[in-house]
C-alpha cells in the first residue's frame, strides 16, 4: 500500500505541444462507486493495473495496485465498467525537479487538459510552471472517476477550453 499525495490543475497552455515529452495512452474504467473508496481497472502500454482508492483526505489517500492479466482487464472495462470509461494521452514533462503528468482527454471530455503532481508529503512545496491553470485538487468534478462518469461538455468549466 501507498500513500497517494497529489495537486490537480488545469492547465492553461498546451505545453506539450512546445518539445518532445514522453508519453503513453490511457484507457481506464470505473466500477461502480463505494462509499469510501473507488475501484478502478486501467490499460496503459502492456500493462493492465486493477487499483482500489481510499477516500481522500485532503490531497492523500491511499491506494492500492494490482498487476492483472491485459485480456482480465479488457473484460472488466466491457463488462463491469460499462459507461464510466475515460481515454486520455499522458505527458511526463520534468519541471524543476519535478515530474508533472498532463492529461489531454478524449471522448466525452475531448479538450480538458489537467496537470498533476505526486509529492512526497502534502507541505511539499514545488514551483509552478507559468502554464498551469487553477487549482481543481478538492473539486469532485474533475476526479478521474467522475469525468468517466459524467463528461463535461465542450466550453464546461474548463480553462480555457485547449483545443488545437
Same mark, same amino acid.
Request: proline residues 9%; charged residues 30%; negative net charge.
Given at each position: ?8 490543475? *488545469? ?5 506539450? =505541444? ?7 495512452? $490511457?484507457?481506464?474504467?470505473? #466500477? ?13 502500454d502492456n500493462k493492465a493495473l486493477l487499483t482500489i482508492k481510499g477516500k481522500p483526505a485532503g490531497i492523500t489517500r491511499r491506494e492500492f495496485e494490482y498487476e492483472i ?7 472488466? *472495462? ?5 459507461? =464510466? ?7 511526463? $514533462?520534468?519541471?524543476?525537479? #519535478? ?66
Amino acid at each position: 500500500m501507498k500513500l497517494e499525495i497529489e495537486r490537480k490543475f *488545469l492547465v492553461a497552455e498546451p505545453v506539450w =505541444r512546445r518539445g518532445i515529452f514522453p508519453c503513453t495512452e $490511457i484507457r481506464q474504467g470505473y #466500477f461502480s462507486r463505494g462509499e469510501d473508496y473507488s475501484l478502478r481497472v486501467r490499460l496503459q502500454d502492456n500493462k493492465a493495473l486493477l487499483t482500489i482508492k481510499g477516500k481522500p483526505a485532503g490531497i492523500t489517500r491511499r491506494e492500492f495496485e494490482y498487476e492483472i492479466p491485459q485480456a482480465e482487464a479488457e473484460v472488466l *472495462l466491457q463488462e463491469f465498467c460499462l459507461h =464510466r470509461i475515460i481515454e486520455k494521452t499522458r505527458y511526463f $514533462i520534468p519541471w524543476q525537479g #519535478f515530474t508533472w503528468e498532463v492529461d489531454e482527454y478524449h471522448g466525452g471530455n475531448r479538450g480538458l487538459i489537467t496537470a498533476e503532481i505526486e509529492l512526497p508529503d502534502e507541505h511539499t512545496l514545488f514551483p509552478r510552471p507559468d502554464w498551469l491553470g487553477p487549482e481543481v485538487s478538492n473539486d469532485p468534478r474533475y476526479s478521474n472517476q467522475n469525468l468517466a462518469a459524467n463528461p463535461m461538455p465542450p466550453g464546461d468549466n474548463r480553462f480555457p477550453r485547449n483545443l488545437p
